[in-house]
Every structure is written in structure tokens, then in C-alpha cells.
């Protein structure tokens, strides 16, 4: 069974549903790319997907450990090649981290290394630079 059905709406727009809840979203091409930008890119969706995965596996991994990491925040910068083929270059992902009790190095590691080896994080092509800080707060 498909997971996403996608309708080009025409004016470099699509219009996106994941069918197993119904929820929609919108794409626009980006302004530097003949579009405009009056929604997330495709290519921010790689950038926006590549940040939630790794705060979702890293809360995940803490609820197993009785840890919680609501309020935790992740910001993504996306950086785009200078020179043919279009294509993203680097993600720069600062991952701000708060949790409900002191962790010490071990659990600490634990989660870091999870960020790391997210799904989307590992589906990348090895091209794309991954810049990762992660804080502690």
C-alpha cells in the first residue's frame, strides 16, 4: 500500500497527503529555483525529515530509559551545491537538548550516537555533509 499520494497542482506546487492519517502538506518550488517559496521545498523536507528523525530515535531511545526530551528543538540549516547538479550539499543540525533528569556520559553518548545513526540520517548519499551540535541543556 503506497504511503504518500502526490498531486501537482500546477505553478511548480504539489499537494501531498500520508494516507494512513489524511494529513496534507504543500510544496513550493524555492525562489532560487523558479518557484515561490511559500512553502517547504522539497528539499527542506530532506532537511526537516533528516532533523525530526534524529530527535525522534534520540526520544525513543530515552523513553526506554525513563528519560523525557519534550522541549527538546532541533534547527536545521540547508546548504545547497555552488555547481551543477542541483542538490544539497551540507546539513548543519544543532539539536538543543533538554531532559527531566541529569544524564550522565554514558546515556549521554547513548542518545548522541543515536542521533547519528538515524534513518534518514544513514539514507543519505555520502555527498551530503552532516554537521552535527548537539547541546546539552
Known amino acids: 500500500m503506497p504511503t504518500v499520494k502526490?498531486?501537482?497542482l500546477g505553478e511548480l506546487r504539489t499537494e501531498s497527503?500520508?494516507?494512513q492519517s489524511g494529513n496534507q502538506l504543500i510544496t513550493d518550488a524555492?525562489?532560487?529555483?523558479?518557484g515561490k517559496g511559500e512553502a517547504f521545498s522539497p528539499t527542506d523536507l530532506v532537511a526537516t525529515a533528516t532533523g525530526t528523525c534524529m530527535l525522534t530515535t534520540m526520544a525513543i531511545v530515552a523513553q526506554r530509559d525513563g528519560i523525557e526530551l519534550a522541549g527538546s528543538e532541533v534547527e536545521v540549516t540547508k546548504i545547497m551545491s555552488q555547481t551543477p547538479p542541483?542538490?544539497?550539499?551540507?546539513?548543519e543540525i544543532n539539536l538543543k537538548m533538554k531532559t527531566n533528569v541529569a544524564l550522565d556520559d554514558a546515556h549521554i553518548k547513548k542518545l548522541e550516537n543515536t542521533a547519528h545513526k538515524c534513518p534518514v540520517s544513514l539514507s543519505l548519499h555520502p555527498d551530503v555533509?552532516?554537521?552535527?551540535?548537539?547541546?546539552?541543556l
Open 129 to 136: 555533509e552532516q554537521v552535527i551540535d548537539i547541546q546539552w
Open 86 to 91: 542541483r542538490r544539497i550539499a551540507r546539513l
Open 17 to 19: 497527503t500520508h494516507l
Open 6 to 8: 502526490t498531486t501537482y
Open 30 to 34: 524555492p525562489t532560487d529555483n523558479m
